[in-house]
C-alpha cells in the first residue's frame, strides 16, 4: 500500500488541521485522540510518511524506528502512566480495523483494562 499525503494525520503533521499535542520531537508526535476510548488515551506517530508498522519495520530507518519507540516510552512516562500501567496498541491493515493509513501507537491508560482483545462475534449471531 502506497503512502496517501491526504490522510489525517498527515495534515496534522504538516499544521493543515489542529491536534491537541501533548509532545513532539524530531522522530514523533503526540497527540489527544480526537474520540478518547479510555481516561487517557494519546496517538504517537512517526515523522515519516510510514502507512503501518508493516511499512515502518520494514522501511524505516534505524534513527527512525529508535526515535519513534523511544518517544512512544517518553509520552507514556511524561503522562504519569509507568507506575499505573498503560496499554499501546498500533492496528495494521483490515483484520485490526486501521482506519487512517499513517502508522500510530495508542496509548491507553487511567483505568484497569480487562482483555487483550475484543472477543469473535458468533459466527450466525
Ligand atoms: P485506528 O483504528 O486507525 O488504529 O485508529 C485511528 C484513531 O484516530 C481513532 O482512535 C480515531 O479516534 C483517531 N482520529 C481520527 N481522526 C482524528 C483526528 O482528526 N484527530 C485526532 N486527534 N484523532 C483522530
Known sequence: MSYDDQNIFAKILRGEIPCDKVYEDDHALAFNDIAPQ?????????????????DFSANGSDAEIAGFFRAVGTVARQLGLDEPGYRTIANHGRDAHQEVPH???????????????PKPKPENG
Open 103 to 117: 502508522l500510530h501507537v495508542h496509548i491507553f491508560g487511567g483505568r484497569s483494562m480487562r482483555g487483550m482483545i
Open 38 to 54: 479510555a481516561p487517557v488515551h494519546v496517538l504517537v506517530i512517526p515523522k515519516g510518511p510510514y502507512v503501518s508498522m508493516a
